[in-house]
């Protein structure tokens, strides 16, 4: 299975300023690769398909790039309702794999 | 709009069984696949497998291999994950979501039920 490692784990930012948001997978999933946001108690919720294309009613402040093993989720100017954790997941290959997540916290 | 109810917090005994529903409505259920995906208090996302509502095949996690069932009925839109053998680590909530694509295997998801969750306590 294809493991999805995401870094850093937790991530302190300032409202107002920009966060990025590693996710590298142990081999090539080409574009194939998801982000979801997810606040507490809160069900998760798409952001980014096909490594770069925002979902509906995704607010463009949101962007992912990159493709094969490197991927990167861009927030500019971090607004008091993205601070949440922010799960990447593949979808190359069965099994689909998540990964262990980051934690965007207000500084 | 696409919406996916779950049924509601279920409370069972170790070994016992469990059997968590998800009605969809809003799209033409047979179009699309549906993940179940499950979190631990505190913990990430853990795919659990798929099944296709168009031809009823299945892909299950190895680790749950064995001990899961995902079925569809197609007369009442809904989608099935029963889990076996239940252990306290498989205390979690349970969230079915749908393919992000029209017929298409391995899929973003989009969207999420609200969740169920699942008590495993003696």
């Known amino acids: 299975e294809i493991v999805m490692t995401q870094s850093p784990a937790t991530l302190s930012v300032s409202p107002g300023e920009g966060a990025t948001l590693s996710c590298r997978a142990s081999?090539?999933?080409?574009?194939?690769l998801a982000w979801y946001q997810q606040k507490p108690g809160q069900t998760p919720r798409l952001l980014i398909y096909?490594?770069?294309t925002r979902a509906t009613g995704i607010p463009p402040r949101f962007s992912g790039s990159g493709s094969g093993t490197e991927f990167t989720l861009t927030i500019t100017s971090l607004q008091s309702e993205d601070f949440a954790v922010y799960y990447c997941?593949?979808?190359?290959?069965?099994?689909?794999?998540f990964g262990g997540g980051t934690k965007v916290e207000i500084k | 709009q696409v919406q996916l109810v779950q049924s509601g917090a279920e409370v069972k005994k170790p070994g016992a069984s469990v059997k968590v529903s998800c009605k969809a409505s809003?799209?033409?259920?047979?179009?699309?696949?549906i993940s179940w995906v499950r979190q631990a208090p505190g913990q990430g996302l853990e795919w659990m497998g798929w099944?296709?509502?168009?031809?009823?095949?299945?892909k299950y996690a190895q680790r749950l291999q064995g001990r899961v069932t995902m079925t569809t009925d197609t007369s009442t839109r809904t989608a099935y994950m029963e889990l076996r053998s239940l252990r306290s680590d498989d205390t979690a909530m349970y969230y079915c979501?749908?393919?992000?694509?029209?017929?298409?295997?391995?899929?973003?998801?989009?969207?999420w039920g609200q969740g169920t969750l699942v008590t495993v306590s003696s």
């Open positions: 979501a749908r393919d992000g694509r029209f017929i298409a295997n391995l899929n973003w998801l989009d969207p």
């Open positions: 081999q090539s999933v080409s574009s194939n």
């Open positions: 997941q593949h979808y190359n290959s069965w099994p689909l794999t």
């Open positions: 096909g490594a770069s």
């Open positions: 099944i296709s509502s168009y031809t009823g095949d299945t």
């Open positions: 809003g799209y033409t259920f047979t179009s699309y696949g």
